[in-house]
């Protein structure tokens, strides 16, 4: 499962879009730090900061340096102290609340026509993945904009990639190879996955380039603005008016005060999974599942030659465990080596549950977080190395992901759509994933004019290869109210498969690190299982329980139906006898959309 920071793409400072930090050279200061165990509520954390040892690292790295951190946009997002504990209170707002009142309104619908047609095709709300998308769209010679609350910038932290997945830009005219190759900041090898109890898998070339964001935005907005394309930066969205003739769009100038309308035929919004659009279309609806991660930058780890894409070094958190804050929680960890420096490593540690109510705040995450990590980096204290950024983030998942359009005109993409897999962070690899497919479609749309709300649907269509994902996030977990626990299914059942997935090699188990989910290689890994545990099979049953498995059976139906659809259309070569025999604009539309369906939603555009 793609666990790492190629989700790093942050629209938003509480949520955190994992990046491998990219530190600075900070002294350390301050007493020495020990981590001793710290029991609380889990519901009342934000109040009980004071006098933690999470209160202490953050006033130890305030303490050594404030240079490089604050607030700027970017992956990764704030990291002070108060973005911290707002951060554990919107989470204990997710998890109580049960009044909602009125939904935002910042789209509205209107039957009125614009004056004139709009000057550009389309507008991005959100630029720190918009921009790879809004070039890619120029560059097809679309006129664009990209509209961003704060500046277009990337922060100084790597976005971990594989070499191909990178390429996947060039290949859009995106970036140059050679602006491409210049983002680059590491390379590393062997890439390890391990769970307690069982053997280490070793693969290679995932996830193992640490990119710049920095120099990689720069790049492509300076090819965005040569392109012709229009930034409009400090700009946050207030209302969307939908038009039967285009959208228009205001958005205010906060450091001037002023107030500036856009109009174009389509809005793409990329501004993650709080979308104000998102809000409104979701309002009153909890996720089904979340992800939430800590973690910290250091310097120091003198051994730092590898990356852990996914490991575990304890048995999971039972309803009687000894810190009560994370109980009925199974803790997974991961580490990429920065490029700023040979013993620079960025750590995080993350789980998966549901958003109940008496689920761990984020002081009990990551309190945890601080008497653990040594033990898992293999340090003797905290001491030993130098905290250069203590990193956060909660990203919720919901089932009916791809979000589908709620109005004519306005389509959402990346985080905002929930078209990542419920194992990863979102982010910047499964937008490269998309990318070819986005700008075609979109594309297709414009000069089709397929922007109504129905016709957009097939862009962000049913995919099952996604849907396939939540019984492996079910499994992960653990009931929140579960009583008892086998504290060391997780581990058991994740060696076993991942023991089986690398037995087999590289095409079965590549794509499952990378979060694509295909038929055949799942296929080969379930009768595998059944067949060298046959006594384990009825354990996953009754753990997973019937409505998940219910669920996964269907969905993995119309996986198998969907692997069949792509290959026998590229066999007869369906997409040419599109092209040049349905002359219909709307049935070219959707049946071009249909063949994208099938591949991306079988997995079979991933080659790893």
């Known amino acids: 499962m793609e666990l790492a920071s190629r989700r790093g793409m942050g629209q938003r400072s509480q949520f955190l879009r994992r990046g491998t930090t990219t530190p600075t050279t900070r002294r350390s200061v301050g007493k020495k730090i020990v981590a001793s165990a710290h029991i609380n509520s889990g519901r009342n954390a934000v109040d009980q900061i004071a006098g933690t040892l999470t209160e202490k690292m953050f006033e130890r790295m305030d303490a ?69 998308l809004a070039m890619a769209l120029q560059a097809r010679g679309l006129r664009t904009a990209i509209i961003e609350r704060g500046a277009l910038r990337g922060r100084d932290q790597d976005w971990n990639i594989s070499r191909e997945e990178l390429y996947a830009l060039v290949d859009a005219g995106v970036v140059s190879k050679e602006q491409a190759d210049d983002s680059i900041t590491i390379e590393f090898n062997p890439i390890k996955a391990g769970f307690h109890g069982s053997e280490d898998i070793v693969t290679r070339d995932v996830l193992n380039l640490g990119v710049s964001p920095k120099t990689l935005i720069d790049h492509v907005r300076e090819n965005y603005e040569n392109a012709g394309g229009l930034v409009v930066e400090s700009a946050a969205l207030e209302k969307i008016w939908v038009h039967p003739n285009g959208v228009q769009a205001r958005v205010r100038n906060q450091s001037q005060e002023k107030t500036l309308a856009l109009a174009s035929k389509l809005f793409i919004d990329c501004m993650g999974n709080q979308s104000p659009i998102v809000r409104q279309v979701r309002h009153g609806q909890k996720p089904d599942g979340v992800c939430l991660v800590v973690g910290s930058c250091g310097r120091g780890f003198t051994d730092n030659s590898h990356g852990d894409i996914i490991r575990t070094i304890s048995p999971s958190e039972s309803a009687d465990t000894e810190h009560t804050g994370c109980r ?122 397929c922007l109504d709300k129905w016709s957009l649907r097939y862009i962000n269509a049913y995919n099952p290869s996604l849907s396939v994902a939540w019984m492996f996030q079910k499994a992960m977990s653990i009931p929140a109210g579960a009583s008892s626990y086998n504290v060391n299914f997780i581990n058991r059942l994740l060696g076993m498969n991942f023991k089986i997935m690398d037995q087999k090699g590289d095409a079965v188990l590549k794509p499952f690190l990378q979060d694509v989910i295909q038929a055949r290689p799942l296929t080969e890994t379930l009768l595998s299982q059944m067949k060298s545990s046959p006594l384990f099979v009825p354990v996953i049953m009754q753990t997973v329980g019937l409505p998940a498995l219910t669920d996964f059976i269907t969905h993995y139906i119309a996986l198998v139906l969907y692997t069949w659809l792509s290959s026998t259309a590229t066999k007869k070569n369906i997409k040419e006898a599109i092209e040049a025999r349905v002359t219909d604009p709307k049935q070219r539309f959707i049946a071009l959309r249909a063949l994208e369906r099938w591949t991306f939603g079988s997995g079979l555009d991933s080659h790893s």
Do not use: C
């Not at 108060?82 to 619908?109: C, E, H, I, M």
């Open 64 to 132: 050594a340096s404030s240079a490089d951190r604050g607030t700027s946009g970017g992956a990764g997002g704030a990291t002070t102290l108060q973005s911290f504990q707002r951060l554990d209170a919107a989470w204990s707002d997710l998890r109580n609340r049960t009044v909602y009142g009125l939904p935002p309104k910042t789209v509205k619908v209107t039957k009125d026509a614009l004056p004139a047609v709009p000057g550009l095709d389309v507008i991005v709300g959100g630029g720190t993945l918009g921009v790879f």
């Open 328 to 449: 009925n929680t199974q803790m997974f960890w991961e580490a990429f080596p920065a490029g700023s420096g040979p013993t620079d490593r960025t750590t995080y540690m993350f789980s998966y549950m549901d958003a109940e109510a008496d689920r761990p705040s984020f002081l009990d995450m990551m309190e945890h977080y601080w008497r653990e990590m040594p033990k898992y980096q293999g340090i003797s204290t905290l001491d030993d190395i130098q905290v250069q950024r203590i990193l956060f983030g909660l990203f919720p998942t919901y089932r009916d992901s791809p979000l589908q359009p709620s109005f004519d005109r306005i389509l959402a993409i990346g985080d905002a759509s929930g078209i990542q897999s419920p194992l990863s962070f979102g982010g910047f690899a499964a937008l490269t994933r998309h990318l070819g497919r986005l700008t075609n479609a979109i594309e297709d749309a414009i000069r089709y004019e």
